[in-house]
């Protein structure tokens, strides 16, 4: 054995050793949002506790009442004040949508109250989202999913079944397969994917329909699922005679919608078994369904990359404390692209998010390329330039997006007051080429904006030589350039 | 609550182990029999002797029995409610003995168990309140914490719970709803199981038999589907069994004309003519409760009938009371009945309640009463030292 594989075999034990002691944090900087759907008071009685004890400490639970006579005051008893668990009563609208639009936590679970989970269930899920960052949506096996996932064990106890999953972990830890659809009672997503794809549609009625067509919904943005061969938690099901019966009919409704949904033949019987009814024709990926909204008015926009360049500008505390508030935009859909110039400033902290993608350049040809080929890291629908001199107002991502969404414009310039007092802001170019101060720029997918150059030879000051072909909008911001630290005015809208 | 445990062996041999730790609002758990110390500490349950059952406050407990030959003990004993457990006969049992026991048991019970669907069908043609301690569900209907042990109960054990509260307090609950669900259940089972075995006349003879307890029209489908397929396999005795059936279903619709004229098919013997005979008869005269009443007797839905005849006050309905009430081991109600319409009873029944409250002397002048009747007495006599011998073999095996 090599002495590479053996530090690997090592290192693998030493992680095993920590993972089955519970020594492991979950791999998420800002910890999870567990949503729970309540809807009988002795499951949820045990299903909290559990979620509690085996989900870590960086776990905040939002239990969320779906009937409207669940005892949540009977409930809240059970719990004291410092537990990490937010209660919404019911209201007569979409409840798990409601409590999506108050994730603020990167990863979250939606979970209903009759899953028991055991220890070790979250950061093993969690991890298949670190091993391919496509993957948006995990799910364990259990008796409520569909497909591959399904599993029926019987377990007398709740011991039998821990010890069970605590041999399933060690046993096939790491293992993981991609899925074409999941509909079960538990899965584990990333907040972007709300963004992206908004809430549930919950006018297909039947439950497991609608997680299969949020789950189909994130396949259209690129989203992958997952299944966790490792993980298994236990689902617990329901005699109510009234509860089945009016499934029966929801059933039927809900599955007409949603085959209608997905142009699906609806003479097939609707199964939670039979997984290959839920899954239309390949086709459905070239097309993109309709983003359901949030509650709370909260309004799902195109995902955004930020690209943030800059090179000697994180040197001083009271700079990299303004990175760090201004990644908190009011605008919340975004992706952040740091470039960093290792000859200038390797060794300084970077005040940058854990999700953000850095990428290290060293010289001048490297760190042009990198800001090119950037955008080309997600397809996102919106590219913006962001300069680590120029500083930003709260809602400047916010009102560059509202200006590409509501207006024609495919290319958006802010206007600074340094362009507006220089004059700036129809610099000279020839007459195919219209020449936009890098750091001021945004534009949708599918243009080709034009060749990034520097100013001048002296600085990293760069500019964009825009095609004039391009319809370009112009609106006003609040931004102002380090080093000058003038007060910026109110920015007018300037739409071309 | 409190629960009397009376099995019929051993603790090591006691098969409803599970069923005991999942007792709902469970407070003291005595065992008659003998148990280790260990096993009392596991189990958290106190093993008491046969006599000292009789110390007990006997009203505060819900007792589970599990043999027949308990019958007599808890019938003295009157606790607050009991649960019998039924079970086929065991290989070493007198086979005759124990089914007529265990029918009586299973009828003065309050709530029926049982892990054999072939006696839960039948308890459920019997009376109400009859449950099935097994079922094909793999999956986790419920759970609950019993001390600091969570347990994940199936479908029926569920109901098990739900079926003891219920028991307590059957005035305050829908009645029969855990009954209807289990029904439910077991009809579902055998749907499903009539798309994966479509050749096979049981399943679907199944299917028709718990649509038909749940009311559902569907019965009928699933039953001449079911009779297609026995004639198919040359199967060709089934006209009692399956045609028959099809006369208690569309009595159940209140197709009297219709029902009537099906089991007239299937009148064969001299005594199913007479039957079919006074149907006709009591139809002709728009007496149509009684003649349904009949039309479930005779296709053996006793529980049916009973509950068509009970609010009837006509000397005929009575009379046809009777004869439901003694098929069903109801036999206290049935001598009841019988000395109101003729002032004199059956001397079998009475010697054997005789018998099982504890009065021999009144249970031997019973059975010799009997002679005259139909010469039963000799039989029966017999049979009081069986089940006197099979009592006393219990108590030994039960003691260690």
Do not use: W
């Given at each position: 054995m090599s002495q590479e594989s053996l530090n690997v075999e090592r290192l693998a034990g030493r992680y095993g050793f920590l993972a089955h002691n519970g020594l492991l944090p979950l791999p998420s900087k800002d910890g999870i949002t567990l949503v729970v759907e309540l809807s009988r008071l002795e499951y949820a009685s045990v299903c909290l506790p559990l979620l509690l004890n085996h989900s870590g400490t960086s776990v905040t639970i939002i239990a969320v009442a779906?009937?409207?006579?669940?005892p949540l005051e009977t409930l809240a008893s059970?719990?004291?004040?410092?537990?990490r668990i937010l209660l919404l009563p019911f209201e007569p609208e979409d409840m798990v949508n409601k409590a999506f639009a108050v994730i603020e936590t990167t990863f979250a679970v939606l979970l209903e109250d009759s899953i028991m989970v055991s220890a070790g269930w979250l950061s093993e899920l969690m991890w298949v989202i670190a091993d391919d960052a496509a993957v948006k949506i995990v799910a364990p096996c259990s008796a409520s999913e569909s497909g591959e996932g399904k599993k029926r064990l019987h377990f007398g106890t709740y011991l039998e079944m821990a010890t069970h999953v605590s041999f399933s972990l060690s046993r096939n830890q790491g293992e993981w397969r991609q899925v074409e659809v999941l509909s079960g009672s538990c899965l584990l997503f990333t907040k972007d994917l709300i963004q992206q794809?908004?809430?549930?549609?919950?006018?297909?009625?039947?439950r497991h329909l609608i997680i299969a067509d949020w789950c189909l919904r994130a396949r259209q943005v690129g989203a992958r699922l997952a299944l966790s061969d490792a993980v298994y938690v236990h689902a617990i099901h329901s005699l109510d005679t009234h509860l089945r019966k009016l499934d029966e009919h929801k059933q039927d409704m809900g599955w007409q919608l949603y085959c209608q949904k997905w142009s699906l033949?609806?003479?097939l019987e609707s199964s939670k078994d039979n997984v290959t009814h839920l899954v239309p024709h390949s086709d459905f990926l070239n097309s993109k369904q309709q983003v359901i909204p949030l509650s709370n008015g909260i309004e799902i926009g195109p995902i955004v990359t930020a690209i943030v360049y800059g090179d000697g500008i994180w040197e001083s505390g009271e700079d990299r404390e303004y990175w760090q508030e201004m990644?908190?935009?009011?605008?919340?859909?975004i992706r952040w692209i740091w470039i960093r110039e290792l000859l200038v400033n390797a060794d300084l902290p970077f005040p940058v998010n854990e999700h953000a993608v850095v990428i290290s350049v060293s010289g001048e040809v490297a760190w042009l390329q990198a800001l090119k080929n950037a955008p080309l890291l997600y397809e996102d629908e919106i590219i913006l330039y962001l300069s680590g001199s120029v500083r930003y107002g709260h809602r400047y991502i916010e009102r560059v997006v509202k200006a590409i969404t509501q207006g024609s414009a495919n290319l958006i310039v802010s206007i600074s007051t340094e362009m507006e007092e220089a004059d700036v802001h129809l610099l000279a170019g020839d007459e195919s080429e219209i020449v936009l101060p890098l750091e001021r720029v945004a534009y949708t997918r599918g243009v080709i904006p034009g060749r990034i150059s520097n100013k001048d030879a002296n600085t990293r000051q760069l500019q964009l030589l825009a095609e004039s072909s391009l319809r370009i909008g112009y609106i006003g911001d609040f931004s102002e350039v380090i080093g000058s630290r003038t007060e910026s005015r109110t920015g007018k809208e300037a739409h071309q | 609550m409190k629960y009397l445990i009376l099995s019929g062996g051993t603790w090591a041999e006691y098969e409803y182990k599970r069923l005991l730790d999942l007792l709902p609002e469970r407070e003291e758990v005595c065992f008659v029999g003998r148990m280790s110390s260990e096993e009392q500490s596991s189990s958290q349950i106190k093993a008491i002797t046969v006599a000292a059952i009789h110390s007990l406050n006997a009203e505060d407990y819900t007792m589970l029995v599990s043999s027949p030959y308990w019958l007599s003990e808890a019938l003295s004993i009157q606790a607050g409610y009991v649960v019998a457990l039924l079970e086929h006969c065991p290989e070493k049992e007198n086979k005759q003995l124990w089914e007529k026991y265990s029918s009586l048991l299973g009828a003065m019970a309050d709530l029926v168990g049982t892990r054999s669907e072939r006696i839960y069908l039948e308890l459920s043609l019997h009376r109400e309140y009859v449950l099935y301690l097994a079922g094909d569900q793999q999956e986790s209907y419920g759970v609950v914490y019993q001390g600091d042990r969570l347990y994940f109960l199936t479908d029926y054990e569920v109901l098990w719970r739900k079926a003891l509260e219920a028991l307590w307090q059957q005035l305050s609950t829908p009645s029969y709803e855990w009954e209807t669900i289990q029904l439910e259940l077991r009809a579902d089972y055998y749907l499903t199981m009539c798309v994966k075995l479509p050749s096979q006349p049981v399943v679907h003879y199944l299917a028709a038999s718990y649509l038909y307890l749940l009311g559902d029209r569907a019965a009928s489908r699933y039953l001449a589907h079911s009779l297609e397929l026995m004639i198919l396999h040359d199967y060709l005795d089934c006209l009692h069994s399956h045609f028959r059936f099809f006369s208690a279903i569309e009595a159940k619709l209140g197709n009297l004309e219709t029902a009537v004229q099906q089991y007239a098919i299937t009148a064969i013997t001299a005594e199913e003519k007479v039957e079919l005979e006074r149907m006709q008869r009591l139809l002709h005269t728009g007496e149509d409760e009684l003649v349904r009443a009949e039309l479930f007797r005779v296709n053996e839905d006793e529980a049916a009938a009973i509950r068509i005849l009970q609010p009837l006050s006509s000397l005929d309905a009575k009379a046809l009371l009777i004869r439901n009430y003694t098929r069903t081991f109801q036999w206290e109600k049935a001598l009841e009945l019988q000395y109101e319409l003729e002032?004199?009873?059956?001397g079998a029944m009475e010697g054997t309640l005789h018998l099982l409250y504890g009065r021999r002397h009144d249970a031997i002048r019973s059975f010799l009463n009997a002679v005259g009747q139909n010469n039963e007495a000799w039989p029966l006599l017999s049979e009081m030292a069986d089940l006197e011998e099979a009592v006393r073999e219990m108590k030994r095996r039960v003691e260690g």
């Open positions: 779906m009937t409207p006579h669940f059970q719990f004291s004040s410092e537990e794809i908004g809430g549930l549609d919950t006018s297909l009625q039947v033949e609806s003479n990644q908190q935009q009011s605008y919340k859909n | 002032g004199a009873v059956d």
